[in-house]
């Protein structure tokens, strides 16, 4: 079973979002961020999952169930209902992305049990606003 966690968080001030995954399989344990120019966060959680499932699809790891953890409701409801009133596109690549493994379930999770894609998330936003200049 491949266990993945995602995260998302947004930079108001510079208009900067960060996504983070991490990938965990009984052989491989994988973690990545990437800063992206969204200023919406409930998107960029959508995006944080998109990124992490071609990931594991480009690695050829996806012959497993997913288990993906996210602490986004919305994200979480969305692929349940496969269903976004606002979201439907990005939502649709997941759920075409989806149908590249054997099964899939996703699960809420709180920050607490997302400490590491979370951990990720503030560590790129802390290094973003240390390096940029006006």
């Known amino acids: 079973m491949i266990k993945l966690y995602t995260d998302a968080g947004l930079n108001t001030n510079l208009n900067l979002g960060v996504v983070s995954f991490v990938i965990r399989t009984d052989e491989k344990n994988y973690k990545a961020t990437e800063v992206h120019n969204f200023d919406d966060n409930h998107y960029l959680e959508f995006l944080a999952l998109k990124i992490a499932l071609q990931k594991i699809i480009e690695n050829d790891w996806n012959n497993e169930i997913v288990l993906i953890h996210s602490d986004s409701q919305i994200v979480v409801d969305s692929v349940e209902k496969k269903y976004s009133k606002h979201y439907q596109p990005v939502l649709d690549d997941i759920l075409t992305e ?24 503030h560590q790129k936003m802390l290094n973003i606003r240390k390096h940029w200049h006006k």
């Open 98 to 121: 989806l149908e590249n493994f054997p099964d899939y379930f996703i699960k809420h999770v709180a920050d607490k049990d997302n400490r590491e894609a979370h951990f990720l998330v």
